[in-house]
């Protein structure tokens, strides 16, 4: 269950210093400019619900396919974090239920016995 654990660590939320890490690289990568306070926390507003590596991803696969002068906007990242999270989601969601199915499985032969 350790395991368990440590993905659902994993799918926790990105912190508002990540997500800004996260800008941080596709701005200076763009040479742009990151949005002011006000414009960051909408961006930290939406992207917060998903996960650093999730976001990550996004960042790398916009900066390979973006070809607009400036930072992304949340839609973009949304675009590409929805689908990629969804399947970690479900993966974890269905690899969770395999292991209580076999938890349970193990204590009725345990009962058996």
Same mark, same amino acid.
């Given at each position: 269950?350790?395991? #368990? ?13 990540? #997500? ?10 763009f ?13 930290? @507003? #939406? ?12 960042a ?14 949340p839609? @973009?990242? #949304? ?31 345990v009962?058996?016995?």
């Amino acid at each position: 269950m350790a395991m #368990i654990d440590v993905f659902a660590q994993t799918m926790s939320k990105a912190t508002h210093k990540g #997500i800004a890490l996260t800008l941080e690289r596709v701005a200076s990568t763009f040479q742009v400019k990151v949005p002011d306070e006000f414009g960051l926390h909408t961006y930290f @507003d #939406i992207l917060e619900v998903y996960p650093q590596f999730v976001l990550d991803y996004a960042a790398h696969s916009l900066l390979c396919s973006y070809s607009y002068p400036r930072l992304p906007l949340p839609k @973009d990242f #949304i675009e590409v974090c929805n689908p990629y999270y969804e399947v970690h989601k479900k993966w974890l969601i269905k690899t969770i239920n395999h292991f209580h199915t076999l938890n349970k499985y193990k204590l009725s032969k345990v009962e058996q016995k």
